[in-house]
């Protein structure tokens, strides 16, 4: 099995000189963390490869030599695309919003359509590459959408995503305008990896209170026949990288010297110049911090590192501007003739300054206002072979669930932050030690190669599901076997539930009204020859009559309490059923729905259904849960039947389902035809189960079925009965 590695960008930069264009590796998270697997292993990896359009044919054919030797796969695009894809959406949307900075995100954006057209690119690209037994792993918020565009061209592909960022709670990440399509992305994926299980849990809460997504069990979801699921994965770095040969550096000398004069000390911070990163916040701590302990005046600098980020983004441009003047504005309070208290480089740096720079460090900051992880605190840890320095390190990161024996600070408490910078600048030399090995010996024991293999294990792991777990759909040939038994029948009975299975669920009932495309294909069934069609439905006969006047098609209303065949004006109610205690039921609902907001009743001749859709997920769930037992309590099950549906409890006469129809109409219908049997939840269970062995059951949707024949979604049940009308 081969593992595709799918990220934005490939981990190579692409330089132009007098003899012609060349690769260089790139620095990065995900392109560190990936390298090594990616060398160990033969698989290839997908992504931008940098703006080639300019290239000369001679010069584009030797980039494309280089990148096949090392196994990249360019996703070619042009500097309109990535301006739309990458700096808009991307990064002036999705970034922001997601480290919960709301206030950055732009009034009116504009840049869905790129997202989504260099998505589907990424896609296609993926699936021209991809063997069938491949799997492909997927990377970051720049590429949510990529996993259900992949699945839609190639669905037996084993799909892995890690988002590398946080994810955001609920209340922040309903505030996206294309939030149910980000979600419907991902969810394409097989298994969805997080850094922190905050994370994680944010996940699945959106995706429940959004999509209204069920959830078969912790962490795993049923979702168009498949059963995705989250996993929490907490990214390591190459220890190798960071403690081979352990150099010196050329502050060496100089840091033994000033601690034997008891010179003033250093603190280092090394981030990408980018507003999630508390830069701002930091100066102000360090600011207090002078102010407050002045004996530390002289005797104490800041070195701050901050690599040019995203220098298109206007957003980028105005946060620079501002780091500027903070640090000229404190370097001009503070500063004298011998000290400037900040040392601020606006530069990149090779891995041996960094190095170095972690090395002479006595207190590394890493105090961003929210981040996905943090790798540069794992660095700073491993590059201490010494086993020396402070690690003060923001609540907000990742790396805080693992790395518990920092310095933990809240960096929008600035007087808190100062003084956590001065308990880490006169700490102990006993504590610093015991810290910092406690420190080192978590991040040698979760290295970026046990990250990778243990995310890869529970991706094969979710492929090889047991069948009864993934419940996938059906084969496209297990359909086209039972579509050719329906054509080839002398003549045909079709039962079709209608919500979920016929039409999508709506918020409230009485939005689930039937579109122009679905009325003419019930027409065209209808008027097929030898085909007889019915409707079984737990609605209303008013409703169904409202909705389906006209249509020459056998009506089911409240799961068959009220039948009227093809062609009759009058309908005929089933006598040999009880009434429930209407009046009492509708009592007992009333009040559970005056606490339920959300929660709806929905009236029916012969019963009660509660309806929760619109309610808080866990609200509504348990609500209905303590609902039904109180029901059990109250009415005994041979006069109150219980009915659990997508987001409600009906409550019914005992004796009445939908499997009577089938019974009834198998006696009543002239001839023997062939009855196929259509649903989507545990009403149409009753129907499947009064079928003979012969005859068809399809179950439409997610979720347990005795049906022999599954379909994804309401698409692909239109779909199946359009053909029946095309094939004729």
């Known amino acids: 099995m081969t593992t595709l590695l799918v990220s934005n960008r490939l981990p190579v930069t692409l330089h132009r000189s007098a003899d012609g264009p060349t690769l260089t590796d790139s620095l990065g998270g995900v392109a560190t963390g990936l390298a090594g697997m990616h060398a160990a292993g033969d698989g290839r990896w997908i992504g931008w490869p940098g703006l080639t359009t300019s290239l000369s044919p001679e010069d584009l054919a030797s980039v494309q030599r280089q990148l096949a030797a090392r196994r990249l796969v360019p996703v070619r695009l042009d500097r309109a695309e990535m301006r739309g894809f990458y700096q808009g959406e991307s990064n002036s949307v999705i970034w922001p919003l997601f480290h919960y900075l709301v206030q950055q995100v732009p009034l009116f954006p504009r840049y869905w359509g790129a997202y989504e057209s260099v998505s589907r690119r990424f896609a296609e690209v993926i699936a021209a590459e991809a063997a069938p037994a491949d799997q492909v792993w997927v990377h970051d918020y720049q590429l949510m959408r990529v996993p259900a565009l992949l699945r839609e061209l190639r669905p037996e592909l084993t799909i892995g ?39 994680a849990e944010h996940f699945s809460e959106c995706v429940t209170r959004l999509l209204g997504v069920e959830t078969v069990e912790e962490g795993r979801f049923d ?37 034997a004069a008891g010179a003033g000390k250093t603190l280092v911070a090394i981030d990408r ?35 040019p980020s995203r220098t298109g983004v206007k957003a980028y441009r105005r946060f620079r501007r501002h ?44 105090t961003p206002v929210r981040d996905g992880m943090n790798l540069v605190a794992k660095e700073f840890i491993a590059s201490r072979v010494d086993g020396d320095g402070v690690l003060v390190l923001s609540e907000f990161t990742g790396a805080a669930d693992d790395l518990v024996e920092a310095v933990q600070v809240n960096p929008y408490d600035i007087e808190e932050a100062a003084e956590a910078y001065h308990r880490a600048l006169v700490m102990r030399r006993l504590e610093r030690r015991m810290r910092m090995r406690a420190l080192r010996a978590r991040v040698r024991a979760n290295p970026v190669e046990r990250w990778a293999e243990s995310f890869l294990a529970a991706l094969r792991a979710s ?31 079709l039962l079709l539930d209608y919500d979920g299975t016929l039409t999508p669920f709506a918020s409230r009932p009485e939005q689930a009204t039937p579109d122009g495309d679905l009325l003419d294909l019930l027409a065209a069934l209808a008027a097929r020859p030898r085909t007889e069609v019915h409707l079984v439905s737990g609605r209303q006969r008013e409703v169904l009559d409202a909705w389906f006047l006209g249509l020459a098609i056998g009506l089911h209303a409240e799961h068959g309490f009220w039948s009227r065949p093809p062609g009759a004006a009058e309908w005929e109610r089933h006598q040999a059923v009880r009434t429930v205690p209407y009046d009492d039921l509708l009592h007992l609902l009333k009040g559970y729905t005056e606490r339920t907001p959300g929660a709806l009743i929905e009236r029916k001749s012969a019963g009660l259904a509660w309806h929760f859709r619109l309610a808080h997920h866990d609200v509504g769930a348990a609500a209905a849960a303590a609902l039904v037992e109180e029901v059990g309590r109250r009415f005994p099950p041979e006069v109150v039947e219980v009915l659990h549906g997508q987001k409600v409890v009906e409550f019914r006469p005992a004796g009445i389902n939908k499997g009577l129809i089938v019974t009834r109409l198998r006696t009543t219908t002239t001839g023997k035809p062939l ?38 979604d309401v698409s692909a049940c239109r779909a199946l009965l359009r053909r029946l009308v095309v094939e004729e």
């Open 323 to 366: 780091v500027d003047a903070m640090v000229g504005r404190i370097n001009g309070t503070f500063g004298t003739p011998s000290w400037t208290p900040v040392n601020y480089l606006y530069q990149g740096f090779t891995q041996e300054e960094l190095l170095t720079l972690y090395r002479m460090a006595d207190v590394m900051l890493v």
């Open 675 to 712: 009855i196929v049997a259509i649903g989507d939840d545990t009403t149409d269970e009753d129907m499947f189960a009064a079928l003979l062995p012969e005859e068809i059951g399809v179950h439409v949707g997610p979720g347990p079925s005795g049906a022999p024949l599954r379909l994804a």
């Open 161 to 199: 995503f890690f988002l590398h960022i946080p994810f955001p709670a609920y209340e922040v990440f309903r505030l996206l305008p294309k939030r149910r399509l980000l979600l419907q992305g991902v969810l394409g994926a097989d298994l969805i990896g997080f850094h922190a299980a905050a994370y």
């Open 223 to 259: 979702y168009q026949g498949r059963s995705p699921r989250t996993g929490v994965f907490p990214m390591g770095i190459s220890l190798a990288r960071f403690e081979a040969s352990a150099p010196e550096g050329p502050f060496g000398g100089e840091r033994r010297a000033a601690d």
């Open 463 to 493: 492929a090889s599901l047991p069948r009864e777990l993934v419940r996938g759909r059906s084969g496209e040939e297990q359909v086209g076997h039972a579509l050719g038994r329906m054509l080839a029948a002398e003549s045909l009975l």
């Open 273 to 307: 110049l980018d507003y999630t990163k508390g830069i701002p916040r930091r100066l102000l701590a360090y600011e207090e911090l002078l102010r407050q302990h002045p004996e530390l005046r002289e005797r104490v600098t800041l070195v701050q590192v901050a690599v």
